[in-house]
């Protein structure tokens, strides 16, 4: 078992950046497959990055794609999400989460394949 803590969340006017660590506990961290989710209230949540466990393969969302960067540092147990140009439409609770996995470089993006999650941090982008 692997406990998840974000951080580095906050409000932010359209156009800036914000980078979001996720901190694991427990667990051998390379052991997991990462990534981010956000969720706005009344919504599912929704994908945005993801990595593998050897970080080689990424994924990210259409809506985030070259704004956004995931990497993780296994020497800290972090995974991290560096957002630029962030937009009002950005504004939502950001989550990390893990995902128990013996492929080293399958990225997932569905939120049903993610084991662990974070308790969520929040971003507000003001326009």
């Known amino acids: 078992q692997v406990q998840l803590v974000e951080s580095g969340g906050g409000l932010v006017q359209a156009g800036g950046s914000l980078r979001l660590s996720c901190s694991g506990s427990g667990r051998t961290f390379s052991n997991y497959a990462l990534g981010w989710f956000r969720q706005t209230p009344g919504e599912v949540h929704e994908f945005i990055s993801a990595v593998s466990r050897s970080g080689a393969v990424t994924e990210y969302a259409d809506s985030v794609r070259g704004r956004f960067t995931i990497s993780r540092d296994d020497t800290k147990n972090t995974v991290f999400l560096e957002m630029n140009s962030l937009k009002p439409e950005d504004t939502a609770a950001y989550y990390c989460?893990?995902?128990?996995?013996?492929?080293?470089?399958?990225?997932?993006?569905?939120?049903?394949?993610?084991?662990?999650w974070g308790q969520g941090i929040q971003v507000t982008v003001s326009s």
């Open positions: 989460a893990a995902a128990v996995t013996g492929y080293k470089t399958s990225a997932y993006i569905r939120a049903v394949q993610y084991d662990y």
